[in-house]
Nanobody, 117 residues
Framework: QVQLVESGGGLVQPGGSLRLSCVASGVALSVFRVGWYRQAPGKQRELVAGISSGLSTSYADSVKGRFTISRDNAKNTVYLQMNSLKPEDTAVYYC???????????WGQGTQVTVSS
């Protein structure tokens, strides 16, 4: 059974940093494109960053230059380094495999990121 577990969220002041982790079990993440998504209260879930099996990356305009997605295939983990955090980055962050129109796993519980002074 495929399971994705997100961690690393927390409360941080504006301008701060966090690193999120997405650990998979039951599947080798290395062969899939993986995306980090976020959902703020009252808003739809949106894709913020993606990384292909060939390590090409893409980012939403709102996080470009501040967030970096990476993967460690040996640890079956995908990371999201978030720098220069803003209050508008506050959301629950999720990871999943596949594309936004067709994710390949059940959504996990996510990890809460709160940016506030």
């Amino acid at each position: 059974q495929v399971q994705l577990v997100e961690s690393g969220g927390g409360l941080v002041q504006p301008g701060g940093s966090l690193r999120l982790s997405c650990v998979a079990s039951g599947v080798a993440l290395s062969v899939f494109r993986v995306g980090w998504y976020r959902q703020a209260p009252g808003k739809q879930r949106e894709l913020v960053a993606g990384i292909s099996s060939g390590l090409s990356t893409s980012y939403a305009d709102s996080v470009k230059g501040r967030f970096t997605i990476s993967r460690d295939n040996a640890k079956n983990t995908v990371y999201l380094q978030m720098n220069s955090l803003k209050p508008e980055d506050t959301a629950v962050y999720y990871c999943n495999m596949g594309s936004p129109v067709r994710v390949l796993a059940d959504w996990g519980q996510g990890t809460q990121v709160t940016v506030s002074s």
